[in-house]
């Protein structure tokens, strides 16, 4: 069994930054992809940023490419999301999400709680 446990989200400005992180439990980490997901209101999941356990590889929507950055630490039991450049349009409420294997996608098996995430001025 996996937990998940996201911190790190809030309020901020157009332009701003956030870093999001999760807390998770596995006995051996490194065998988890691990990512990120968000859901605005009226809208679907959608994935932003996965993490492979093994070699850290990465992948991001295009829609935040250039922007965010996922990062993991195995020894921590930690994945983080670096947010830079905020915009309006990155205010959902965003998912920590792990699945057993090399990618996170297409569907993760845990998943965390979920943190809001508000862009606004």
């Known amino acids: 069994q996996v937990q998940l446990v996201e911190s790190g989200g809030g309020l901020v400005q157009p332009g701003g930054f956030l870093r999001l992180s999760c807390a998770f439990s596995?006995?051996?980490?490194?065998?988890?992809?691990m990512g990120w997901f968000r859901q605005a209101p009226g809208k679907e999941r959608e994935f932003v940023a996965g993490?492979?356990?093994?070699?850290?590889?990465?992948d991001y929507s295009d829609s935040v490419k250039g922007r965010f950055t996922i990062s993991r630490d195995n020894a921590k039991n930690t994945v983080s999301l670096q947010m830079n450049s905020l915009k309006p349009e990155d205010t959902a409420v965003y998912y920590c999400?792990?699945?057993?294997?090399?990618?996170?996608?297409?569907?993760?098996?845990?998943w965390g709680q979920g943190t809001q995430v508000t862009v606004s001025s």
């Open positions: 993490i492979s356990g093994n070699n850290g590889r990465t």
């Open positions: 999400a792990a699945r057993y294997g090399a990618t996170v996608t297409p569907t993760p098996r845990y």
């Open positions: 596995a006995r051996t980490s490194s065998v988890y992809a």
